[in-house]
């Protein structure tokens, strides 16, 4: 039988592209998290036994308490980091009620699509954002 004890899976995040009047949520990671100081879509690791819809409300009540409708997905991303590989579920959100609170980020901001890059993304979302400035940019 193959020997598949060193391969690991990687860690499920979930992340949502909350899109409000023609602009995208960005949040700042907090600098004492991984990978802290960098911007990235809402979300964080799906638990046991969660879908990822489930995963993302959770998420984005405990991040900003906010509750949002997750629609379709919108990107899958494989990406290794030098501590481990994630699968990145990318999916679109409505925004459905409360206002933003910096709970566990930095701060966040609402961007156009063609302006995304001029923030220091996390180098996973690429795709996502290339997917974004596909679809909606001018
Ligand atoms: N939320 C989010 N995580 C991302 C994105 N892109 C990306 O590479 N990640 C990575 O996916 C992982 C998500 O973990 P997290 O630390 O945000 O999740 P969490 O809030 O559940 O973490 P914790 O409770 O363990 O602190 C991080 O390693 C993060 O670097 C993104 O756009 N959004």
């Given at each position: 039988?193959?020997?598949?004890?060193?391969?690991?899976?990687?860690?499920?995040?979930?992340?949502?592209?909350?899109?409000?009047?023609?602009?995208?949520?960005?949040?700042?990671?907090?600098?004492?998290?991984?990978?802290?100081?960098?911007?990235?879509?809402?979300g964080?690791?799906?638990?046991?036994?969660?879908?990822?819809?489930?995963?993302?409300?959770?998420?984005?009540?405990?991040?900003?308490d906010?509750?949002?409708?997750?629609?379709?997905?919108?990107?899958?991303?494989?990406?290794?980091?030098?501590?481990?590989?994630?699968?990145?579920?990318?999916?679109?959100?409505?925004w459905?009620?409360?206002?933003?609170?910096?709970?566990?980020?930095?701060?966040?901001?609402?961007?156009?699509?063609?302006?995304?890059?001029?923030?220091?993304?996390?180098?996973?979302?690429?795709?996502?954002?290339?997917?974004?400035?596909?679809?909606?940019?001018?």
């Amino acid at each position: 039988m193959a020997d598949n004890s060193n391969m690991k899976q990687p860690v499920h995040v979930c992340a949502a592209v909350i899109r409000h009047q023609q602009k995208i949520l960005l949040t700042l990671r907090p600098e004492d998290k991984k990978l802290g100081g960098f911007w990235e879509f809402p979300g964080g690791k799906i638990e046991a036994g969660e879908s990822p819809q489930y995963a993302l409300q959770r998420e984005l009540r405990e991040e900003l308490d906010i509750e949002v409708t997750v629609g379709a997905l919108l990107e899958t991303v494989y990406h290794s980091y030098a501590w481990g590989d994630v699968k990145i579920l990318a999916y679109l959100c409505s925004w459905k009620s409360g206002v933003i609170k910096h709970l566990e980020v930095s701060d966040h901001s609402w961007v156009a699509p063609e302006n995304l890059l001029d923030y220091d993304i996390l180098v996973a979302d690429q795709p996502i954002i290339r997917k974004l400035q596909e679809t909606y940019a001018n």
